[in-house]
């Protein structure tokens, strides 16, 4: 994770979920400006130790309730976190990320349109980022192991998508199998490029993005 991070001593560089610091320490010693988010104090406390004397900066803080300005992102992030994490880096500004995610969750971020998994966060990931999947993670690698593959991806800015348009993006797709006329009648939204009688999880992430962008009043 960290060679693909490719961190030179000028970036500033974040961590999300520091856990007990075994990536933590690794960071740091980079001589980097690094900042960590963790939201349990007995996993931040062993983290504190991991780096005690250096100049490392860490927060018992939900890292998404913060604004945060960051060029590097390397985490291992909490799979229960992925969706909500997409939907934040999305309107951020920066160099790459590099996370571990769960296998399955890759794979519906990286779905095309009319895929079964192609959701709300795949058009949210595709219209934000170009996407790479680095390697793939095997279960047994983790202790303790989780019952799931995971995989490391690398996340580079394409456009900033705000939380509005992310949140309208969320609402259409919770309407997925619904023809586009009957979904936005329902969700008080308008769209004038027509295909109306298409299906909204065949829509594509620039199509989906010209509908949920706000519109002026």
């Keep these: ?7 030179s001593t000028s970036d500033r560089v974040l961590e999300i979920g520091t856990g007990k610091g075994v990536l933590t320490r690794e960071l740091v010693g980079l001589g980097a400006e690094f900042d960590g988010y963790e939201v349990d104090e007995e996993n931040l ?4 130790e991991a780096v005690r004397g250096t100049t490392a900066r860490l927060h018992l803080a939900d890292a998404f309730e913060q604004e945060i300005e960051f060029d ?3 985490s291992s992030l909490p799979y229960s976190e992925s969706s909500r994490f997409i939907g934040w880096l999305g309107g951020l500004s ?3 990320a590099v996370v571990l995610l769960q296998d399955d969750f890759v794979r519906k971020i990286l779905a095309p349109p009319g895929d079964r998994d192609y959701r709300g966060v795949s058009a949210l990931a595709q219209l934000a980022f170009d996407v790479n999947v680095v390697e793939r993670v095997k279960r047994a690698a983790f202790a303790p192991q989780p019952k799931v593959d995971s995989v490391m991806v690398q996340f580079s800015p394409k ?3 705000t939380k509005s348009e992310a949140s309208n993006i969320l609402r259409l797709f ?6 586009v006329s009957a979904a936005l009648g329902k969700l008080g939204m308008t769209w004038k490029g027509g295909q109306g009688t298409r299906r909204v999880n065949t829509l594509t992430p620039a199509e989906v ?3 949920c962008r706000p519109r002026a009043p």
């Design 159 to 161: 456009q900033l998508v």
């Design 94 to 96: 920066f160099r790459r």
């Design 72 to 74: 590097v992102l390397v």
């Design 174 to 179: 919770s309407l997925r199998r619904r023809r």
């Design 209 to 211: 993005h010209e509908i």
């Design 45 to 48: 406390a062993e983290t504190r």
């Design 1 to 7: 994770m960290i060679s693909v991070a490719n961190i």
